[in-house]
């Protein structure tokens, strides 16, 4: 007799921190489809990732778009948002342009021209793992050459994006960046057998505060993702939970807030 056919879960490569954070959110979430508004922050780092692309697409096809023009994807991502943003106070929306536009120049003026992409904005539409029961979808920042081969790029903005000396924090960041390759390879065509790299954009209010940086090389970032005989992998984990309906509560966690949680008001795991 034939096995019965596994159900395939399609989820976002984003999910996979909030399962592993909060289960019961991210439940909520990415298999309900229960939303909250977009923060600030979150809005701001969706407008620099619109601006910074169009700047790098520009520069990868020659099309000689300026960093002030491709300044106004930002902008607009900021002024006419898809979604409601729910902004800290009255100064939110200003405070948060002024941000990007200043965040965006010193990624086009200092990032950039250190890098030589392959891809901008790689959008992987499906990756199925048929034998642990999920499909992943999700888009890769930027593929970038390195030395003989390639290797991909997150660029992470944030009030602890860059260090005041200058690093950019990777600690777990890994199984992220991981899945990111794995959507990369899927989507471009192009094997990804270099390190991964994080290109920190550190918000701030202040000039002095506003900061960007790449990481160190990151390897094997595909490790702790697929795991090995002894132990399971971030992707083994998440999709054990999602078949088998299991998604305990974290009341401490970072994210456990109105903001950032759709059944807050409700979650007996508070109690
Ligand atoms: S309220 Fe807190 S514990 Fe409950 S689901 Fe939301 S984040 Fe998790």
């Not at 596994?6 to 909030?18: E, G, K, M, T």
């Not at 342009?97 to 200043?102: M, N, S, T």
């Not at 979808?137 to 390195?146: F, I, L, S």
Request: glycine share 10%.
């Amino acid at each position: 007799m034939n096995a019965p056919e596994r159900r395939i879960v399609q989820i976002r490569a984003s999910a996979l921190s909030d399962f592993l954070d909060c289960p019961a959110r991210a439940e909520a979430k990415h298999l309900r489809g229960l939303r909250t508004p977009t923060t600030g922050g979150a809005a701001l780092g969706s407008a620099l990732h619109k601006s910074t692309a169009v700047f790098d697409r520009s520069t990868l096809e020659g099309q000689g778009i300026t960093v002030d023009e491709a300044a106004g994807a930002a902008v607009d991502a900021l002024h006419k948002p898809d979604e409601e943003i729910a902004w800290e106070d009255d100064e939110g929306l200003k405070d948060a342009e002024g941000a990007a536009l200043a965040l965006h120049k010193l990624y086009c003026t200092k990032i950039a021209p250190t890098q030589e992409y392959a891809a901008v904005e790689v959008q992987c539409e499906r990756l199925e793992i048929s034998d642990i029961g999920i499909a992943l979808t999700g888009t890769t920042d930027r593929v970038r050459k390195v030395g003989a081969g390639y290797g991909i790029a997150d660029l992470k903005s944030g009030k602890r994006a860059v260090g005041a000396d200058g690093t950019v924090e990777t600690k777990g960041h890994a199984y992220q960046l991981g899945v990111y390759e794995l959507l990369a390879e899927r989507a471009s065509g192009i094997d990804i057998t270099e390190p991964a790299q994080v290109i920190g954009l550190q918000v701030a209010k202040t000039d002095r505060g506003q900061r960007v940086a790449t990481s160190g090389p990151v390897s094997g970032a595909r490790d702790v993702l697929v795991g090995d005989p002894e132990s399971p992998g971030v992707l083994q984990v998440v999709a054990a939970m999602i078949h088998a309906g299991t998604f305990p509560g974290n009341p401490r966690s970072m994210l456990c807030h109105t903001k950032y949680c759709p059944i807050y008001n409700r979650c007996k795991f508070r109690k």
